[in-house]
């Protein structure tokens, strides 16, 4: 019932879904089968769950992983991050906050609920003290990329950032890019967990 809610509400606004699964081993198959662009991953499935259908999924390239979670899931969020999830979502998610997360992420964005990851990131920084650690290039990044970065870990999109720093979209791209090469991270979210806990002004 919740897989055809969704179908419903992405195929109402134009977005096409090209496969379903009912666990996470069927979740890999699927992806491999008919590459989509996005997987909605729910992490607590039947047999292998969201977090390592994930792992296997970004693993192979096989797409991009949204991970749709509960508020009482953060170890599995946690355990999502790690396995390369570059979008978090409430499974509460209206049709128009699930069709932008969708765009957003197969534009080669990431979606950060801050409700969710916050906490999320908040448990690794606990379970690994390391991880509160200044990242190697964190000193490399200029003012703006800080601030840019800044906004990244509040969950805020591109455009948002462009509004918020008042420049353009494109300048964005180019410092979120920037901040990504500098810091080693191979996603917005990679990048975000790396600075948990971690002072961003000079």
């Known amino acids: 019932m919740i897989r055809e809610g969704l179908r419903m509400m992405l195929e109402a606004h134009g977005v096409q879904v090209v496969g379903e699964a009912g666990d996470g081993a069927e979740a890999v198959a699927v992806a491999?089968?008919?590459h989509p662009d996005v997987v909605l991953m729910d992490l607590r499935m039947p047999g292998?769950?969201?977090?390592?259908?994930?792992?296997r999924i970004v693993s192979a390239g096989l797409a991009d992983v949204v991970a749709l979670t509960s508020f009482d899931e953060d170890e599995l969020v946690a355990g999502a991050l790690r396995a390369g999830a570059v979008g978090f979502l409430l499974k509460t998610v209206d049709a128009a906050g699930l069709v932008d997360a969708v765009h957003r992420v197969a534009a080669g964005e990431g979606v950060l609920d801050p409700r969710v990851t916050?906490?999320?990131?908040?448990?690794?920084?606990?379970a690994e003290p390391?991880?509160?650690?200044?990242?190697?290039?964190?000193?490399e990044l200029t003012e703006r990329?800080?601030?840019?970065?800044?906004?990244m870990r509040e969950g805020l999109s591109n455009a948002q950032i462009a509004a918020r720093l008042f420049i353009s979209l494109p300048t964005v791209k180019t410092h979120v890019s920037n901040v990504l090469?500098?810091?080693g991270a191979e996603s917005r979210t990679h990048a975000v967990s790396l600075v948990t806990g971690v002072p961003l002004s000079r």
């Not at 906490?119 to 690794?124: H, P, Q």
């Not at 991880?131 to 190697?136: K, M, N």
């Open 181 to 183: 090469s500098k810091l």
């Open 118 to 126: 916050r906490r999320a990131l908040s448990a690794m920084t606990s």
């Open 48 to 55: 292998i769950d969201g977090v390592e259908a994930t792992r």
């Open 145 to 151: 990329e800080r601030e840019v970065l800044a906004a």
């Open 32 to 34: 491999a089968a008919s």
């Open 130 to 139: 390391a991880a509160s650690a200044p990242p190697i290039g964190l000193s």
